[in-house]
Structures are given as structure tokens and as C-alpha cells.
């Protein structure tokens, strides 16, 4: 079993950034990859963002490409989002997530989310 805490979320204005950290506990960290994932009030959750393992393969959903980059530290078992540029259609709940494939077809863990707000 892993557990995923989240933090980092808040407000911030148009053009801001954010860093987003979700740090993993449980059983084990090893072999999953890591991912982000929002939902919008209204709206279906989407991916955002994903991690491989070893931290060397990476996947954006276009909303976000070259706005947000993801990363890991396997030492402190955590994965972060850093979000810039950011934009009011920004504006939704963070989930972190982990699964064994980066693909994330079927999420494995989800954490309990985090409200990122982008003032216009």
C-alpha cells in the first residue's frame, strides 16, 4: 500500500507559478511511476503530467507542455509539479498519483488532492 500526501496548492495570479510536492509513504516507492492528474469543477478529471521511476522518461498533456515540468526524488520519495506561466483554465484540484506504468491507464494510488486557484 503507498499513501500519497499532497501540498503546495493556494492562490496565485495570472502568470504565476506554483511548485506542487506530493510525498509517497507506505510499503514502497520503488518501481512506480508518479504522476499528476487535476479536475476542474464540472468537469471529467485529465492527466496532467507523469514520471517514470527512474525519472528519465516524462509525459505532458499538451494544456501544459513547456509550462510545467514534473519531477522526483526517490531519496525523499517525493515527486513534484512546477507550474508556470499559469493560467485561469489552471484552476482545479491536483492529484497526485502512482501507478507501475507511466502510461497510467489504470491509476494503482491517488492522494486526497490539493486546490490550485489562478485569479485572472
Known amino acids: 500500500q503507498v499513501q500519497l500526501v499532497e501540498s503546495g496548492g493556494g492562490l496565485v495570479q495570472t502568470g504565476g507559478s506554483l511548485r506542487l510536492s506530493c510525498a509517497a509513504s507506505g510499503r514502497t516507492f520503488s518501481g512506480y511511476a508518479m504522476g499528476w492528474f487535476r479536475q476542474a469543477p464540472g468537469k471529467e478529471r485529465e492527466f496532467v503530467a507523469a514520471?517514470?521511476?527512474?525519472?528519465?522518461?516524462?509525459r505532458y498533456a499538451d494544456s501544459v507542455k513547456g509550462r510545467f515540468t514534473i519531477s522526483r526524488d526517490n531519496a525523499k520519495n517525493t515527486v513534484y509539479l512546477q507550474m508556470n506561466s499559469l493560467k485561469p483554465e489552471d484552476t482545479a484540484v491536483y492529484y497526485c498519483?502512482?501507478?507501475?506504468?507511466?502510461?497510467?491507464?489504470?491509476?494503482?494510488?491517488w492522494g486526497q488532492g490539493t486546490q490550485v486557484t489562478v485569479s485572472s
Open positions: 514520471v517514470s521511476w527512474s525519472g528519465k522518461s516524462t
Open positions: 498519483a502512482a501507478d507501475p506504468s507511466i502510461l497510467f491507464r489504470e491509476v494503482t494510488y
